[in-house]
C-alpha cells in the first residue's frame, strides 16, 4: 500500500510560488519615509561609487560644499549643516586635513575656536566634485523628465525645512 508523501505536493506548490508575487516589502509602498529612504539609498551607492575615485565619501563632499560657501564657519555650525553631533565633525575634518583640502584657523577674539576654510587644493577639487555629484544625481534619477525633478526636489525641501 503506497503512503501519500508530502514531497508529492511539492511540485504543486513549485507552481504556486512561481505566479507573480508582490516584492516583500510591498506592505511598506503607502510609507513616505519608507520609500524616501530606499531612493536615498540608490543616490548615495551611485554617489559613494563616483567619490570613491577621489578617496571621498558623501559626507565629507558635503563638509566640503558646506565650508566653500561659508569660510570660516566653526566646527559646531558645520555639525549643525551637517546633522550630525558636534564630536562626529572631528573626524571628519582630521581626513579633509590630512588630504590637505581644508585647514582650522585659530580664531583671534576667541583662542579656543577655529574657523575651516578650504584650501587651494580643497577648492580646486570641490570644482570637479560639484560637477561629479550632479551627474551622479541626473543618473540616479534618470527616470524622472526635468519638471519632475524640479517637483521632487521643491517637495523634498519642504519636508525637511519645516
Known amino acids: ?3 501519500s508523501s508530502k514531497i508529492a505536493a511539492a511540485p504543486e506548490a513549485l507552481v504556486v510560488a512561481a505566479e507573480p508575487q508582490a516584492p516583500l516589502d510591498s506592505a ?3 510609507l513616505i519615509g519608507y520609500a524616501m529612504r530606499r531612493a536615498q539609498l540608490k543616490l548615495f551607492q551611485n554617489l559613494i561609487g563616483r567619490l570613491s575615485a577621489h578617496d571621498l565619501r558623501p559626507a565629507q563632499f558635503s563638509a566640503l560644499a558646506i565650508i566653500d560657501q561659508h569660510p570660516g564657519l ?3 555650525d558645520l555639525a549643525k549643516a551637517l546633522a550630525i553631533e558636534p564630536p562626529q565633525v572631528v573626524p571628519l575634518l ?3 586635513e590630512e588630504r590637505a583640502l581644508a585647514v582650522r584657523v585659530r580664531c583671534k577674539p576667541d583662542k579656543r575656536s577655529y574657523g575651516i576654510f578650504l584650501s587651494k587644493t580643497g ?3 570641490l570644482k570637479e566634485l ?3 555629484a550632479t551627474q551622479s ?5 534618470a527616470t524622472l523628465d526635468s519638471q519632475e525633478r ?8 519642504k519636508v525637511y525645512q519645516q
Open 1 to 3: 500500500m503506497a503512503k
Open 130 to 132: 560639484k560637477l561629479i
Open 137 to 141: 544625481d541626473l543618473d540616479s534619477t
Open 74 to 76: 566653526m566646527q559646531a
Open 123 to 125: 577648492e580646486s577639487l
Open 150 to 157: 524640479e517637483e521632487l526636489l521643491r517637495l523634498l525641501k
Open 28 to 30: 511598506l509602498d503607502d
Open 94 to 96: 582630521n581626513k579633509l
